[in-house]
């Protein structure tokens, strides 16, 4: 029975010593030790390089401005900071180049920090609105041991956005993040989520992505003790022309660890593409761990594209489980069928359907008003369809 963190094997390849797995390199947060992408590697084959507005060899100015409005309920820090503030980059590397040069860019950090034992009173609210131009950003989410907390990151209005969130869930702490990509139709948005989930601790992770010209959104985990619980939920509705890219990364590095990985999507309209890329590395030497995940998508109309991408590589006999499972495709006829024999109208009928297809990830946010927020663009989309 292992109790202690794994460090997994390593080689000399590319970016220094990194492990045997080909999922979770340690990345860098030097620009420079990444080359310029061309579209033919593995990490960006999916994502149309055209589209970032020059982010993936970035020699401009960053001359982006934001609305940023933050309600942290009392006893809550928020703190701006430089970057030479210790806690910055802690959680986890770049793990491509286009986040390397948002962590060697930005000029301030956000910390918000809730305090050990505290239980804030309400959710934690951080509003971004874009006011357009390019801005490089990080935030940090600290939230120290036996703590539990919400935090809702909503992002809405236009430009081109790349940084990275940071998160710290300590010892026994709980933490619920409700992500919201509301962008403008013209927006460009890069970014990686880093979490490290403490001795038994819970994450939960809900991605909303409904808006944008091009969301590339990577979410990962990692564990600093045994027992931690990580669960990420997404949903995505792109329509004409909208690239939406989800790229999860769970790294099993210790023992008695879970993770369960659940994203739905849809499309709709010429052009629309989403990319789901699901990697799980259960580390050699470990024991216990308890992993699963799940990718869906409706293609409603012709001319969308979907990838969806599992990938598991375990390295070690003793799992508790580990499997995944994807599929995409259109509605099914007998579901319309049987609708329709009730008397139901044929549109009408589709919209039932799609709701309830959506409706196990958007149930997981436990903000009733947030969770009608996010059914109402829903329906926005659906209505736009048909």
């Given amino acids: 029975m292992s109790n202690t963190k794994v460090e997994p094997k390593a080689h000399s390849h ?7 797995s080909k999922l979770g390199t340690r990345g860098s947060h030097d620009v420079n030790d990444f080359p310029v992408p061309n579209g033919r590697e593995e990490e960006w084959r999916f994502t149309p ?23 942290a309920p009392e006893g809550v820090t928020v703190e701006q900071v430089g970057r030479d503030d210790e806690r910055l ?30 239980t804030p009173d309400k ?29 809702v990151v909503s992002n809405t209005g236009t430009g081109v956005r790349s940084g990275s969130l940071d998160i710290h869930v300590g010892e ?22 880093n979490a490290v989930v403490g001795k038994d601790a819970t994450f939960k992770s ?3 992505t409904l808006g944008g010209d091009l969301v590339r959104l990577s979410p990962k985990v990692s564990y600093s003790g045994r ?44 052009g629309a593409h989403t990319v789901w890329i699901g990697d799980v590395i259960i580390g050699e030497g ?72 959506f409706w196990d990830i958007v149930n997981r946010i436990d903000i009733p008003e947030l969770r009608e927020r996010v059914m109402a663009k829903v329906e926005e989309k659906l209505v736009a369809h048909e």
């Fill in 14 to 20: 590319g970016l220094g010593q990194v492990p045997i």
């Fill in 49 to 71: 390089l055209r589209r970032l507005k020059g982010l993936q060899d970035w020699k401009g100015t960053a001359d982006g401005k934001d609305e940023l409005t933050i309600d």
């Fill in 286 to 357: 470990t024991d216990g761990t308890d992993s699963y995940e799940n990718n869906r998508n409706l293609q409603l109309t012709d001319g969308t594209r979907v990838d969806s991408v599992p990938n598991l590589e375990i390295f070690t006999g003793e799992v508790q489980g580990a499997g995944h499972a994807s599929a995409s495709g259109r509605l099914e006829d007998i579901h319309l069928f049987y609708l329709r024999s009730r008397g139901i109208p044929a549109e009408e009928a589709r919209r039932l359907i799609i709701r309830g297809y």
């Fill in 172 to 193: 026994g702490a709980n933490l619920t993040l409700i992500s919201l990509q509301e962008w403008d139709d013209d927006a460009v948005e890069v970014s990686q989520h």
């Fill in 206 to 208: 809900v991605v909303i």
């Fill in 89 to 118: 980059g802690t959680a986890g590397h770049p793990a491509d180049r286009v986040i390397a040069q948002a962590y060697s860019s930005f000029e301030q950090a956000t910390v918000i920090t809730v305090p050990r034992s505290s």
């Fill in 123 to 151: 959710p934690i609210t951080v509003d971004r609105k874009g006011l357009g131009g390019t801005a490089f950003e990080q935030l940090v989410l600290d939230v120290q041991p036996m703590a539990e907390a919400t935090v």
């Fill in 227 to 270: 027992g931690g619980s990580a669960e990420l939920y997404g949903l995505y509705f792109a329509g004409d022309k909208q690239h939406h890219e989800h790229r999860s990364l769970i790294d099993h590095n210790w023992s008695y660890t879970r993770s369960r990985v659940d994203y739905k999507g849809a499309l709709s309209g010429e």
